[in-house]
């Protein structure tokens, strides 16, 4: 499970394993003269040569980089109004009668998180019920200054919904901190901090110029003990951890762990080139995969927040559907490379320009869009009242398209068209091992669709014609290029496609009132 790597409010147990054991596996390596007995004369001296290039490339230390950058990472904790918990909380990560229990709640009854000064969960009274006030209880993160005025960087859920945010220094200064702005969907906020002294400050990196295998340090406030430095490399680029619309993280396997959320990731040079969010973690601590969000991403949005209070995105008016080898090979494209238009809102700037559901989109501003991370990114990037060119494929024909950007409202959101319905009635018909029925007045009514929507129900799937795109309860609105609004149009379509030699169609589906395309593989009857 992916978890955001702050500290949280109010832990609560968790199940851990009770047996903590060190294991050193039974690996040896040889460095230096030592060679393995077979190894050819020329294999060696590669082996050696890959070696020496490793240790040159590699620092000897991180003690210099650690001293340079640290003075401006800071902890970032919060206070809020909290309802009771019955019983004590324990820590989590630990089993009960840990030694560690008691260590690390020590350290958050000094932080005011688990009773002690701060008041937090586990203070006051034993009869206190659950669901009564408990007075205030506190978050941990960290942050980091990113303009010497005072302007500290974080995570959202390090501070939503805070009543008091405090900054504390690598000295120990403790200042107040104004929120400025944030971002939920990027999961970014900019919080301000006034200072008598000069504050230091760091300088953004280019993470589009990391590499995997790229040496990085991270730096952070885990489970409350302060400034922590740890070391590791970019594991992986553009994961996806379903957290938003415009997940891009960067994978590392520096440890990272719960109160990290919010801290810095280092170049070697010691600019930043990530945001610390979230670990992928069975207990809250690390194993050695944690996300960081790209600084290309996080400056745009800081600056956003630091000119406007909040971030104002580009609306394109589309839902949009990741290409499949099946949906490939249903509209003709030779990769499954693109974003399949599920769905055009009405007097959008899409639907201005001309964009059709069907149409698939293989380049935004004179950029490939390979993905669908690759169109909402680049949209949501695009300033409103800015013109941009798109790529289309329709009928297997590229054509080119041009629409003015318009701010994202409220309302809407571009996403992967989803959905679900309950089944239908009696059959009609059966083609390709779908048994079909009109969509009547109680089809409708049992489906909850309006009079708008036509088409033809899907009441049955056979359980001989395999694992099948669509089910009970979706009502089929095309079939290819046509409408169809009864079950003989739909299985003269797919004949037809079967005497072209096809062996897939693109079919319209409407699933609970959402539109989507999917491919449908053609078989003997």
Do not use: C
Request: hydrophobic share 40%; net charge neutral; no cysteine.
């Amino acid at each position: 499970m992916s978890t955001p790597a702050n500290a949280g409010r109010a832990p609560r147990s968790s199940r851990v394993r009770r047996t903590i054991a060190a294991v050193l596996l039974g690996t040896t390596v040889l460095t230096g003269p030592f060679l393995i007995a077979n190894q050819s004369t020329a294999a060696a001296a590669e082996s050696a040569l890959t070696q020496n290039t490793l240790s040159q490339n590699a620092p000897g230390s991180f003690a210099d980089l650690a001293a340079k950058v640290s003075p401006a990472v800071v902890n970032v904790s919060t206070t809020q109004q909290a309802k009771a918990e019955r019983g004590n909380p324990r820590m989590p990560g630990f089993p009960p009668g840990s030694p560690f229990e008691e260590f690390f709640r020590q350290f958050q009854d000094q932080f005011g998180q688990n009773g002690g000064p701060g008041g937090g969960p586990g203070g006051g009274s034993d009869d206190e019920s659950e669901g009564q006030p408990r007075g205030k209880v506190g978050s941990l993160g960290s942050g980091f200054i990113i303009d010497a005025a005072g302007y500290v960087v974080t995570n959202n859920h390090v501070i939503d919904g805070a009543d008091e945010i405090k900054v504390t220094l690598q000295d120990g200064t403790e200042l107040p901190a104004t929120l400025v702005g944030r971002d939920a969907k990027t999961d970014i906020a900019l919080l301000k901090v006034k200072s008598d002294k000069a504050l230091p400050a760091l300088d953004w990196g280019d993470s589009d110029a990391a590499r995997v295998g790229d040496w990085v340090m991270a730096v952070g406030n885990p489970f409350g003990l302060g400034g922590t430095v740890t070391k590791g490399i970019i594991s992986a680029r553009g994961r996806d951890i379903h957290s938003g619309p415009y997940d891009d993280y960067l994978q590392l396997d520096a440890a990272i762990n719960r109160g990290n959320s919010g801290g810095p990731t280092f170049t070697l040079d010691g600019r930043v080139i990530g945001i610390n969010t979230a670990i992928y973690s069975p207990n809250g601590g690390s194993v050695g995969i944690g996300f960081a969000i790209p600084s290309n991403i996080a400056k745009q949005v800081v600056a956003q927040l630091k000119e406007n209070g909040h971030v104002e995105r580009g609306w394109l008016g589309v839902k949009i559907q990741e290409i499949s080898p099946e949906i490939a090979e249903s509209v003709g494209l030779p990769q499954t490379k693109g974003a399949l238009v599920a769905e055009v809102t009405p007097d959008s700037p899409a639907a201005k320009a001309g964009v059709r559901q069907g149409d698939v989109i293989l380049a935004y501003g004179g950029k490939p869009v390979n993905t669908l991370r690759d169109l909402t990114r680049r949209v949501a990037d695009t300033k409103a009242g800015d013109t941009v060119d798109m790529t289309v494929v329709r009928k297997g024909k590229e054509t080119t398209l041009t629409a003015h950007i318009a701010p994202l409202p409220a309302e809407q959101r571009m996403a992967a068209a989803e959905g679900a319905g309950p089944a239908a009635d009696s059959a009609v018909e059966t083609v390709n091992g779908l048994k079909l029925a009109p969509l009547d007045g109680a089809a409708r009514s049992r489906l909850g669709l309006g009079e708008g929507v036509k088409g033809v129900v899907v009441t049955a799937v056979s359980p001989q014609a395999g694992d099948l795109p669509v089910r009970p309860g979706d009502v089929i609105v095309k079939v290819g290029d046509h409408n169809v609004t009864s079950p003989a149009e739909v299985t003269k379509s797919l004949h037809e496609a079967e005497k072209d030699g096809r062996k897939a169609v693109l079919l319209l589906v409407n699933r609970g009132g959402n539109e989507s395309f999917v491919p449908l593989k053609l078989v003997k009857a």
